[in-house]
């Protein structure tokens, strides 16, 4: 069974950084990536950026390209999400997800696609001050 402990979140003022760590466990030949989302309260949780186990495919939500950077340590089974010039608008929970293979259906993980995910963390909180 796969477990994820996301950690790293905290309280910053806007234009800082933070780095979230998400810690794999129980990763096999069937994961095939991770995701990070958020929640705000009284919000949906969206998307923001995704990354395949081998680092081939990644991507972003437009409200994060050019801000955050995701990243994977396959060796260390921990995925990375680097948050530059935070906004209060970045204010949320943060969470780590994991996708399974979708080979059955013969077709690629949809890495922004809530669905996709199998396994999620506990959710590290990010709150970001004016």
């Known amino acids: 069974q796969v477990h994820l402990v996301e950690s790293g979140g905290g309280l910053v003022q806007a234009g800082d950084s933070l780095r979230l760590s998400c810690v794999v466990s129980?990763?096999?030949?069937?994961?095939?990536?991770l995701g990070w989302f958020r929640q705000a309260p009284g919000k949906e949780r969206n998307y923001v950026a995704g990354?395949?186990?081998?680092?081939?495919?990644?991507s972003y939500a437009d409200s994060v390209l050019g801000r955050f950077n995701i990243s994977i340590d396959a060796v260390k089974d921990t995925a990375y999400l680097q948050m530059n010039s935070l906004e209060p608008e970045d204010t949320a929970v943060y969470y780590c997800?994991?996708?399974?293979?979708?080979?059955?259906?013969?077709?690629?993980?949809?890495?922004?696609?809530?669905?996709?995910?199998?396994?999620w963390g506990q959710g590290t909180q990010v709150t970001v001050s004016s």
């Open positions: 990354i395949s186990w081998s680092g081939s495919r990644i």
């Open positions: 129980g990763r096999t030949a069937n994961s095939y990536g």
């Open positions: 997800a994991a996708a399974n293979r979708r080979e059955a259906s013969n077709r690629r993980v949809r890495l922004s696609d809530f669905a996709e995910y199998d396994y």
